[in-house]
């Protein structure tokens, strides 16, 4: 049974990422074959069709796609990037088109794999390929954070090149609805967050907290748990050395029940953009998103502080909630050597400057300059830096594809009943199918 080990896995990694958060993750070191001069593997590229498969379909995270396929087209002009993308944010509908493809021998030559236990999903089903020899013409561990690395090995053998990191415990606010609130400084919990949302809904906001779709809510929730148990309890979550019944973890859907009384109602289907939409349109004062959000609220024209501004969730100060974006060669792949001329693009300091500046995230290699973002981006690589790292539910951190399956299912379940008893007991027997 893989689950064991793909717990294991999620949670050695969290330790480690946080080891190198305290280290020497900001070494500008340039890396022995690293930059642009490594990028051609065979001049001008292995030629040939490449699928790339993510669910970077649409707006600011189609952006960040384009401009990895725009450097893609200029270094590598013998291949041919064949965009597969699939929409749906968190990978909601992409995930079970990508199964079926591996399932059918049908793999593209390189998906989207989030790095930590949905990685180890993937290599445990020996779908996919070592690629240390890229990583290693990369420049390796002189590049890429070893704690990241260490998610994305097992057994020594590297399995995906790693493109960014997101952060998934922000809140994005509208200044202006805080402002006609009276709200002028940061909560420091939950309840003090409630407090101001009751602040809100007095100045006409009747929805102060924007909410999208399953896998949206699911990662509040995680925020939530951040929040109510603290790092080394929630990490505990997924160890078994805290109990998904226990009273911090009902206090925690006590919580999460009732900042869903400030929340629009959402239909499962909407993505993210709805919700965030809400914030840069001042239907909300408050989205718990992803810092992918940072690049809607640009390419709206929105400007930082003047008209949104952004905080950590409230309870979850000084914790950076991790998951990475990471590129596969799957097994049986069409065009190995284009997926090489790619992953090798995507792990290039010019490739992680041009992606990230268009995604909101930090490149996951430690050597791109924090002054060539602008002011979020260069708080997140601080925070990373300096902040305890937690993994992420709902993107593939700390569950297996098949455990966030199931609390998808319990928190879906949950807000239409709104039963947070069950919700308890369902999280809980989740937990048990996967740890035992
Ligand atoms: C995450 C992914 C991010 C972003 C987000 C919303 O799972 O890692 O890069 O795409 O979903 O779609």
Redesign the pocket.
């Known amino acids: 049974m893989r689950n064991r080990s793909v717990a294991t896995l999620a949670v050695a990694g969290v330790a480690a990422v946080a080891l190198a958060a305290c280290g020497s993750s900001s070494d500008n070191t340039a890396p022995a074959g690293g930059g642009t001069s490594s990028l051609a593997t065979t001049a001008g590229g292995a030629g040939g069709d490449v699928g790339v498969f993510t669910?970077?379909a649409a707006g600011s995270?189609k952006k960040g796609l384009d401009a990895l396929e725009a450097l893609f087209k200029e270094k590598f002009p013998n291949d041919k990037f064949v965009n597969l993308a699939v929409a749906g944010?968190?990978?909601s509908n992409a995930k079970a088109k990508l199964a079926s493809d591996l399932q059918n021998n049908q793999p593209p030559d390189s998906f989207q794999g989030?790095a930590g236990a949905e990685l180890a999903d993937y290599i445990d089903a020996e779908q996919i390929e070592p690629v240390n020899d890229v990583i290693t013409a990369l420049g390796g561990e002189s590049v890429f954070p070893k704690s990241l690395l260490d998610l994305l090995t097992v057994e020594g053998s590297i399995y995906s090149v790693p493109s960014n990191i997101?952060r998934a415990n922000v809140v994005w606010a509208n200044t202006a609805v805080l402002k006609k609130a009276g709200i002028n400084a940061v909560p420091k919990d939950i309840k003090a967050w409630m407090a101001d949302m009751d602040k809100v809904k007095a100045s006409g906001v009747s929805t102060p907290l924007s909410v999208s779709g399953t896998w949206t809510q699911v990662q509040l929730f995680e925020t939530v748990l951040v929040a109510d148990l603290g790092v080394d309890k929630y990490n505990g979550l997924f160890t078994g050395d805290t109990k998904w019944d226990s009273a911090e973890v009902k206090a925690a859907a006590a919580d999460y029940k009732k900042l869903l009384t400030y929340a629009n109602t959402a239909s499962d289907g909407d993505d993210?953009p709805v919700a965030t939409d809400m914030v840069i349109d001042g239907k909300a004062a408050y989205n718990v998103m992803?810092d992918?959000a940072v690049a809607q609220f640009t390419d709206k024209g929105k400007k930082e502080q003047t008209d949104y501004q952004y905080f950590p969730v409230p309870g979850t100060d000084g914790v950076f909630d991790f998951?990475a974006?990471s590129f596969t060669l799957p097994k049986g792949a069409k065009n190995p050597g284009g997926t090489k001329d790619w992953l090798m693009l995507i792990g290039s300091a010019e490739g992680q400057k041009a992606f990230n500046l268009a995604k909101g995230?930090i490149p996951a290699r430690t050597d791109v300059p924090p002054t060539d973002f602008p002011p979020y981006q260069q708080s997140a690589m601080e925070a990373f830096k300096t902040n305890k790292i937690v993994s992420s539910i709902a993107?593939g951190a700390a569950v297996s594809l098949a455990w966030n399956a199931d609390i998808s299912t319990a928190i879906s379940k949950f807000y239409s009943s709104k039963d947070d008893a069950t919700l308890v007991s369902d999280l809980a027997a989740a937990a048990k199918k996967y740890l035992g």
């Open positions: 669910w970077w995270e944010g968190a990978g989030h997101h993210w992803g992918w998951l974006d995230s993107h």
